[in-house]
Structure formats: C-alpha cells, structure tokens
C-alpha cells in the first residue's frame, strides 16, 4: 500500500530540498519511492509543488485531487489552494506563513482572511505550525523548512529514519548546527 504526499509551497522556501530529504531517508528505509516537482513560472514566490509517493511498489509518483494521504503546506495560502488534493481523511500540516503573492504585492488584491479556520473547518486533522517565528529564535529564518521536515516525519512516524545524517548531505557544513536543532524543533 503505497502513502501519498504533496507538499506545496512558494519558490525560495525550501520546498524541493525537504522532497528530497523525504525522498532519499524513504528509500534507504527500503520503499520504493517516486517523486516528481513541479516549478512555478517563477524561481523565486512562484508556485512550487513536489508529490512523493512511497511504499513496496509505486508505479507513479502522480497524486490525482482527492488522493493525497498527507498535504504539506509551507504557506498558508499553498495550503488552501491544493486542500481539493487532500483526501477526506487526509492530514494537513501547514505552516502559517504569510507569503504575499505578486497581485497582493501590488495592492490588486487583498490577501484572504481566516485562511486556518476555514482549513480547520473543512480538514478534521490539521496540524499547523509557525515555523518562521522557530526558525527565526534559532537565529536562521531560511532553515523553516527543515523545522517543517521535522513536523513531518512526526507526523508520518518516521523518526526511525537518520534524518540528521540525511540533512548533513543535503546542507553546507556551516548550516548544520542550526538545522539539525530546527529539525529537533519540528520533530518535538
């Protein structure tokens, strides 16, 4: 039985380098994992979505609306915007940063309100958490994304997996104290 993640996100968070974080502890733990990313039209604040699907045998890394076992929104409004991918047990875990799209930015739009009581009210397991304030009493706001790795493996009940090792790859040396400590955040 295969899971299926999609983690959503704004270009610049993080989003791909967690997917694959996920990805490679996945693998060495002996599922057969598949993963595909999908790139907003911009590098930075564009849209950015990775599917991970894992288990004994996955012929697709595809996650079709209202299949996904687990959404991870590193953005609130992410979060909102593929809650249709979720399945109606699924789990929710999101990140409630704000990151203000172009038409906000630009005062042709007003960025929603009431974006986590609307999820909670639609999704029965939601998980949310403000990884920026974490990231930010660590001294690193750009290691959010590893406070949100964290939260997930919780949730998915990986921590059997060595994370750590799997970020000391994945960073430059000298941001592996910082994140390693995010990550006991997220995990905790």
């Known amino acids: 039985m295969a899971k299926s993640l999609l983690l959503v996100g704004v270009g610049g968070q993080g989003t791909i380098l967690v997917s694959k974080i996920l990805s490679e502890g996945l693998l060495e733990e002996g599922y057969d ?3 595909s990313e999908i790139h907003g039209m911009a590098q930075r604040g564009g ?4 599917q991970i699907r894992f288990g004994d045998k996955v012929y697709s890394p595809t996650i079709n609306k209202g299949e996904a076992d687990v959404l991870v929104s590193f953005e609130k409004l992410e979060g909102a915007r593929y809650v249709s991918q979720l399945k109606k047990d699924g789990t929710l875990i999101v990140n409630e940063e704000e990151m203000w799209p172009l038409p906000v930015l630009a005062g042709l739009e007003k960025y929603p309100e009431n974006i986590m ?3 909670k009210s639609k999704i029965d397991n939601v998980i949310s958490i ?3 304030d974490i990231a930010e009493e660590l001294g690193e706001p750009r290691c959010q994304n590893i406070v949100m790795l964290g939260l997930i493996v919780k949730a998915l009940g990986l921590e059997n997996i060595d994370w750590k090792q799997k970020i000391k790859k994945f960073l430059p040396e000298r941001v592996h104290e910082v994140n390693l400590k995010a ?3 997220g995990l905790n």
């Open 33 to 35: 994992v598949k993963m």
């Open 47 to 50: 849209s950015v979505t990775t």
């Open 117 to 119: 009581e609307e999820l």
């Open 130 to 132: 403000n990884a920026r």
């Open 183 to 185: 990550f006991e955040r």
